[in-house]
Each structure stands twice: as structure tokens, then as C-alpha cells.
């Protein structure tokens, strides 16, 4: 049905408590053609967090050094904290057929938009912002996670309000009221977008032998 | 899930013969969120075409006339006969959330490209090429459909490489070896473009909303 392809860039971005880390699981799971950007951090991992799956966990000197390195497609600071996607890997991936999966912020996201591979504009990239159906229920959803001081809910609160505002530099917005709705339409999104012309690199020879 | 929606332009070309016609019929029985763009043409009615349903037929002078009028967003000679999309009722199906569909070839995609109704590159926009899965298929369907003289379908074979040779001016590329496996994709697209930000006129309330 369709020719080989190459791999596409995929963001997801929403405040946390909105469903990120969830969709990111389930397409992991469902998806063996797509794989997740693991990135390099200097927070401290948290119990269970495994160095080289979760994150790769490095110190402050350690990450700025390799921001010296270019060794970064997007780096931001959250919470104090140093993040970022390491360009190797992605690269390697996307050349090779496969989607890769960025669970990033905002900071992140235009990064990305400025760094893709090739010079097409979005000829790497698609991004997905979610949207929790009200504030009530993301605060509801962040305080029943974990049990944490009110000072970090109203931090996290107030993060939430900064990523929300930025949802128009997304290509696609889903609302996430419905975790399986919601699912099925990254699934869509992410079958539609394979079907794109640009990314189709098998098209030409088939056109060639087709007109020959 | 999402929220008040404008419309689409979907433009379906393919050389004839690799499956536009029926790809067409199956999406418009099947979404009755999508509604066909009938175009304008000086070609004589075939048995059984109805004025108004499969075209609006009209005189060389009638066509001219409205040309002049600036009728048509778009407006191509193939075989010596006019075609044309008007540009009214396609505009009032977007602006009321309905996605509508053209039946047209690369010259009417390409004008479709620079009339759309909005400044935003794509914003009305999707196009999907079906290619055939070899000339030899193509050959035979259209030869199958008509007992046409050798001359007609030679003619036919030139236009449909014609056709093939802008591909690559499309969103997207199916090559239409299975109809049901095309068709799905096809609907894949078109659920996929739906969720796309610029698409969703209902989101910016939605997202005040929820910042307020």
C-alpha cells in the first residue's frame, strides 16, 4: 500500500496532569515503528526512575558540556532543572523508518520547530498538544498522583497556565476528557501523518517505474 | 472531544481509471459531514448524468460569461471541454463546518492552491493523489469500463502520465492497490486533518475558558 518512509518527529506537549505520560505509554505499547526520545536531565531520578530508560541522569557541568557538544536538538531549564533531547539517536531513528516520540514542553516544541533535519518546514515535525477538559479536574488529577506541599500544586498550577497558553503552535490540540477517544486520535493523527507525501521516500522510484 | 470546526477543501485527483471516481462516491456515502463540489463544465451530459446532481452543463459563451464574473475558484480545459468549481456554495459549506470534496485534476488542484479563503498556508487545503499500481492495471480498467476506440484510449494513457507526473504537488500519496485498504486511508486522512489546530475555530473559547 505504501512505499518506504521516513520517520517523523512526534510532540506530544500538555500541562502535567493532562495525560501526557499516559498517551506516551499506550503508543509506545501499541506501536513498535515508534520510539521514545529518552532525554538527558540534571534532576535527581526519582525512586524507580532507571539512568538510560526513564531519563539520562547527568550533572550540571556534565550537561553543559554537551550543549557545548551541539549534542542537543532541544534543551530548556524547568523547575531549575536542565533537560534535554540528544540529536544522535532521533537522527539514526528517523533515518531508518521510525517515528520518534519527544514527551517535551513548550521551550522544547520550538526547538524543535527550528532544529528538524531537513529544510522543508515541517517536513519533520508534528506536534500534539492536550488539553485537560477543565482546570478543576488537572488540579484533581495532580494532587490525587502524588501527596506534595501546596506550594509545588500551586507551582505546578501555575505551569499548567504557561504550557496551556501556548497551545496554538501545536498542528493538532486534542482534548483529553475521554483517554480512549483521546487515544485513537493520536493514532489517527500518527497514520495520516506517515501518509504524507515528503515522507513517502519510495514514491519517486515507484513514479519512475511507473512512467518508464 | 473537539470543538466547532470549519471545513475543508479535499482534493481528490488521480489519473482516470485508478479509482478517484469511486473513492469519491464511497466517502460521500459514507460521511455525511463531507459534500461534493459540483463543477461547471461545456462537456455534453453522458447518458444518465443529471444536471445540477453529476454537473451543471452549460454553453462555451454561459462558461465565458462566468469567468468574467469571477465565478469559479478554479477553472481547467481538458480534451477541449471546460471545467469549473464555483466558488459560492463551497464557501458556504466551509464556513458552516462541512468539508468539501473536489473531484478535479493537477491544473485544479494547483489553482485551488492559490484561491483558498483563507491567508494561511493549507489552511482549507488537503489533497490526495492516488496513483494506480501499474500502467498495465490502468490500462486494463480503462479499457474494461468503455468500448472506446484505440485513439481514445491512447489519449486517456497520455493524460493519466501526464496526471502522475504532479504527484508530487499533493499532501498525500496512496497507491490504490487494495480499494478498501485506500479508502480506509483515506478516511484516516480525513479524521486526522479534522483535529488539525487551525481547523478547530471553537478551540481559542474553549481555552480562554479554561484560563479565566
Redesign the interface.
Known amino acids: ?3 518506504a518512509r521516513r520517520g517523523l518527529m512526534l510532540v506530544l506537549s500538555s500541562p502535567s496532569g493532562a495525560g501526557k505520560s499516559t498517551m506516551s505509554r499506550r503508543l509506545l505499547a501499541a506501536d513498535p515503528a515508534i520510539r521514545v526520545s529518552v532525554s538527558v536531565t540534571t534532576r535527581p531520578p526519582r525512586p524507580g526512575e532507571v539512568d538510560g530508560e526513564h531519563y539520562h541522569f547527568v550533572s550540571q557541568a556534565e550537561f553543559e558540556a554537551l550543549i557545548e557538544r551541539e549534542h542537543f536538538l532541544e534543551w530548556a531549564r524547568v523547575f531549575g532543572n536542565l533537560y534535554g533531547s540528544p540529536r544522535a539517536p532521533v537522527r539514526d531513528a528517523i533515518d531508518a523508518g521510525f517515528d520518534v516520540l519527544f514527551d517535551i514542553d513548550w521551550q522544547g516544541a520550538q526547538q524543535l520547530a527550528q532544529n528538524q533535519f531537513r529544510k522543508e518546514p515541517d517536513a519533520d515535525l508534528v506536534s500534539i ?1 492536550l ?2 477538559p ?2 478543576q479536574e488537572l488540579e484533581r488529577r495532580l494532587r490525587a498522583r502524588a501527596d506534595e506541599p501546596e506550594a509545588v500544586i500551586a507551582a505546578r498550577m501555575a505551569k499548567a ?1 504557561d504550557e ?2 501556548h ?2 503552535e ?6 483529553n ?2 483517554a480512549d ?2 487515544f485513537r ?1 493520536i493514532q ?2 500518527v ?3 506517515r ?3 515528503p515522507r ?1 521516500i519510495g ?2 522510484p ?2 519512475r517505474a ?2 518508464d
Do not use: H
Not at 501545536?170 to 482534548?175: I, K, M, R
Open positions: 500500500m505504501s512505499a498538544f488539553l485537560p477543565s482546570m497556565r496551556i497558553s497551545f496554538a501545536y498542528d493538532y490540540v486534542l482534548v476528557d475521554d477517544a483521546c486520535n489517527t493523527i497514520a495520516a501523518e501518509l504524507r507525501r513517502q514514491l519517486f515507484l513514479v511507473l512512467l
